[in-house]
């Protein structure tokens, strides 16, 4: 099925532990973000990319980085799990002028840091 | 911070009632987005408005814009047991990424 696919769905860390969280589009989406979503504080953005090579930091960047070598996935990296980042992360995919379909998001990873 | 403002934070309706949740920004919008997060979910889209004034309906969905694009509202008639979610409106003036405000979560009593 077309969309964003993000692995895993459920992960437990300890903290200091390091880990990758996958994200990969199948829709020729320049446009992807990460965001994390909290009770109560809606979802923010990690870090964005607007297409391969290129990246930049969102509202939330500390303890995450990201890469885009290909158009088509975009991970996320926690160097270094502190509690606090225990979060459920999204993962979303666009295109210019996307106005008409807006984002795509995947399902989701729920991320407990212990 | 966020730059999108959405009352209230929860909304709880007898089923068959209508209500409206509000976004409200600090700044002018040049258009302005909602999405739907079933709970357990991700968030779908489910529209983009673009025009001041501009008023667009799905089903028993009323979206409208304000005149001064500083504030959208979503109203449901009738709410249904499907309507249960959290709708969030966004802010797409940077094209490739979003600013969400904190949403509105709805509860529905049968």
């Known amino acids: 099925n077309a969309g964003v696919t993000q692995t895993p769905k459920f992960q437990v860390l300890k903290t200091g532990q390091s880990m990758t969280l996958q994200c990969a589009q199948d829709?020729?989406?320049?446009?992807m973000s990460w965001y994390r979503q909290d009770p109560g504080m809606g979802l923010r953005l990690i870090h964005y990319?607007?297409?391969?090579?290129?990246?930049d930091q969102g509202e939330v960047p500390n303890g995450y980085n990201v890469s885009r070598s290909t158009t088509e996935d975009f991970p996320l990296r926690l160097l270094s799990a502190a509690p606090s980042q225990t979060s459920v992360y999204f993962c979303?995919?666009?295109?210019?002028?996307?106005?008409?379909?807006?984002?795509?998001f995947g399902s989701g990873t729920r991320l407990t840091v212990v | 911070g966020q730059q999108v403002m959405q009352i209230p934070q929860y909304q709880h309706v007898q089923e068959g009632e209508d209500f409206t949740t509000y976004c409200n920004s600090s700044?002018?919008?040049?258009?302005i987005q909602w999405y739907k997060q079933r709970p357990g979910g991700h968030p779908v889209f489910l529209i983009q408005?673009?025009?001041?004034?501009e008023v667009k309906k799905q089903k028993r969905l009323t979206f409208q814009f304000g005149e001064a694009k500083k504030n959208s509202s979503l109203h449901i008639t009738a709410t249904q047991t499907t309507d249960v979610g959290t709708y969030f409106c966004?802010?797409?003036?940077?094209?490739?990424?979003?600013?969400f405000g904190a949403g509105t979560t709805v509860t529905v009593r049968a």
């Open positions: 979303a995919s666009s295109s210019p002028g996307q106005g008409l379909y807006g984002y795509t």
């Open positions: 829709m020729n989406h320049e446009y």
């Open positions: 990319s607007v297409g391969a090579g290129i990246t």
């Open positions: 700044t002018t919008l040049s258009n």
């Open positions: 408005l673009v025009k001041s004034g």
């Open positions: 966004a802010d797409p003036t940077n094209d490739y990424k979003l600013s």
